[in-house]
């Protein structure tokens, strides 16, 4: 289940919003009629009379999903096999994945759940909400209706109304969310589906009032900061979104996803020492290969951002180590078979902090293993070119630059690297063309 690459990664943000869909009320869970697990010959068995080390097991799971840690909710469940032949965990597990932009993984494991209890209605509207997201909402109508049809909730009505707003249908999406509301008008299920929906009509600025409102009367109930705070990093609202993230680690100091959603904000501040900071102490907690992924890749662009490349070439070094290990792909012996993007483009990365650092013998061989999987990558072929001047290897570099420029032939700065070259290789008419050619693209508007 796990995947990495943080170049990849990072862009999960933008689907993360919207991801806050809820487990129960966990306070009101606590007084609920225990969720129920379906078993073979359809018997129901109450959580409470579970084993006891699912039963744990299970009950941490709900906490750190009431407290909307991704990261946190990730790392427990890939740890406690326990839980993986459980229906409501897979669930939880299953939205988890969802909100952080895994959908695949994420209708796997739903999948998985739907199977050991088919009839559960939490189950039901978890899937219906996940195909949804994965922009199969009309796959997700039949779930969706039989979940509300065996218990209308709150929850479920939510999940139904984003379904028809998912399917064009904004009529039948208002009916049901005006239900939602008749049941429960103070359920944070009803007030991510109003925040969502209003964010797919780009009316961000209502999606913040329902979360602040919710909020006057819930002031530390986490989801709601979680989710606020991902309005306001979509209204490019970055301070107020580190208020509520500063409020979220006040009220839970070990609070993984919030100290990687911080330090994103505080990056995009210009304040790289307190990212480096944020990201400093999520390090200090125990993380999953891809929140270390993700943390280093921080950790290396806000160090780089300071002007120290020797720490930012630590911090790639330490991805390129781990992705390496995770994915049994060796670019130093040019293994590449079915080399996957995320770790090229990390590997990418690591390998222009090597050539700017004058790192080149240790560079080129990757570049190499890059170039064989992924040909057309241009960023790794110019990083080569480089490379191999750096080695006074001159006509490899010509080569590049050649293959370069024949694909696209409006970089001026191009022309001024193969001019170089071809200085070096006493071609003085090629070098004066190409720096001909340079300047009229320079002053081209």
């Known amino acids: 289940m796990r995947k990495l690459g943080a170049a990849a990664f990072v862009s999960y943000f933008a689907v993360s919003i919207l991801g806050t869909v809820s487990c129960l009320s966990f306070c009101h869970a606590a007084h609920a009629k225990p969720p129920v697990r379906q078993l073979p010959g359809n018997q129901a068995m109450p959580v409470d009379r579970l084993p006891d080390s699912i039963n744990k097991s299970l009950a941490h ?11 946190s909710v990730r790392a427990f469940f890939d740890d406690h096999p326990e839980l993986h032949n459980n229906s409501r965990a897979l669930a939880e597990s299953a939205l988890n994945y969802a909100a952080i932009g895994w959908v695949n993984d ?6 998985r759940a739907e199977k050991l209890s088919p009839r559960d209605d939490y189950v039901l509207a978890s899937k ?25 909730s709150a929850r479920n009505l939510a999940i139904l109304s984003e379904v028809f707003r998912g399917m064009g249908d904004d009529a039948k999406a208002e009916e049901a969310l005006s239900k939602a509301a008749d049941v429960d008008a103070d359920s944070i299920d009803v007030v991510g589906a109003k925040i969502r929906m209003s964010r797919g009509r780009f009316k961000g600025s209502a999606g913040v009032k329902y979360a602040t409102d919710f909020l006057k009367k819930h002031p530390k109930d986490l989801r709601a900061l979680i989710l606020r705070s991902e309005v306001w990093e979509l209204l ?8 509520d993230l500063s409020t979220v680690l006040a009220l839970k100091p070990d609070h993984l996803y919030a100290y990687q959603k911080r330090a994103e904000r505080y990056q995009k501040e210009r304040d790289f020492k307190a990212a480096v900071k944020d990201v400093r102490k999520l390090q200090t907690f125990k ?10 890749g921080t950790l290396a662009e806000c160090l780089e951002s300071l002007g120290d490349l020797k720490g930012a070439l630590e911090a790639r070094k330490r991805n390129y180590v781990l992705e390496r290990k995770i994915s049994s792909f ?18 990418i990365e690591y390998c222009r902090l090597e050539i700017a650092l004058k790192q080149y013998g240790t560079a080129l061989p990757k570049l190499n293993s890059i170039l064989v999987a992924y040909p057309n990558n241009t960023q790794a072929r110019e990083l080569r070119a480089r490379a191999l001047e750096g080695l ?6 010509l080569t590049d ?9 409006s970089f001026p700065k191009w022309y001024e690297s193969r001019a170089a070259v071809y200085q070096k290789l006493g071609k003085a008419d090629a070098a004066r063309s190409d720096l001909e050619t340079a300047r009229k693209l320079s002053q081209d508007p």
Do not use: C
């Open 128 to 152: 219906a909400w996940i195909l949804y997201k994965a922009k199969k909402a009309s796959a997700g109508l039949r779930p969706a209706t039989e979940a509300v049809k065996s218990k209308p």
């Open 61 to 71: 799971l709900l906490r750190l999903r009431s407290a909307d840690d991704r990261y």
């Open 106 to 111: 994420s209708i796997q494991l739903i999948e």
């Open 401 to 409: 630059w050649d293959r370069l420029i024949n694909k696209h032939s």
């Open 330 to 347: 060796d670019l130093m012996r040019g293994d590449v078979k079915q080399l996957n993007s995320g770790f090229a483009r990390d590997s």
């Open 236 to 243: 490019g609202k970055n301070k107020d979104a580190i208020a």
């Open 287 to 296: 993380l999953d290969p891809s929140a270390m992924v993700i943390a280093n």
């Open 392 to 397: 006074s290897r001159w006509n490899e570099a």
